[in-house]
Nanobody
């Protein structure tokens, strides 16, 4: 089991920046990849960015060049630096961790943090 706690959301004007953090606790030794997803109002949850244990990153086209995902392995924390924010980035942002053990692959989610970008 892994527990994920997000922080750093809030209200920001278009063009501004925010930094989200997700701290993992519990069985962190088996975390393979971590990432960020978001769910805009009335829409489905979508991938924003993820980061494999080997350091490979993957970004949604809509955030490439504006968002950066990073990870502090010593602190079991993943970050999402969001720059040049747009109103379309308004969503609840969720942290996800994928645990791989010998017999199972499981996804764990945080509770979400609201990001609101005003025009």
């Amino acid at each position: 089991q892994v527990q994920l706690v997000e922080s750093g959301g809030g209200l920001v004007q278009a063009g501004g920046s925010l930094r989200l953090s997700c701290a993992a606790s519990g069985n962190t030794a088996n975390i393979n990849s971590m990432g960020w997803y978001r769910q805009p109002p009335g829409k489905q949850r979508e991938l924003v960015a993820d980061l494999s244990s080997g350091g490979r990153t993957n970004y949604a086209d809509s955030v490439k060049g504006r968002f950066t995902i990073s990870r502090d392995n010593a602190k079991n924390t993943v970050f999402l630096e969001m720059d040049s924010l747009k109103p379309d980035d308004t969503a609840v942002y969720y942290c996800k961790a994928v645990l791989i053990t010998r017999y199972n692959i499981n996804d764990y989610w945080g509770q979400g943090t609201q990001v609101t970008v005003s025009s």
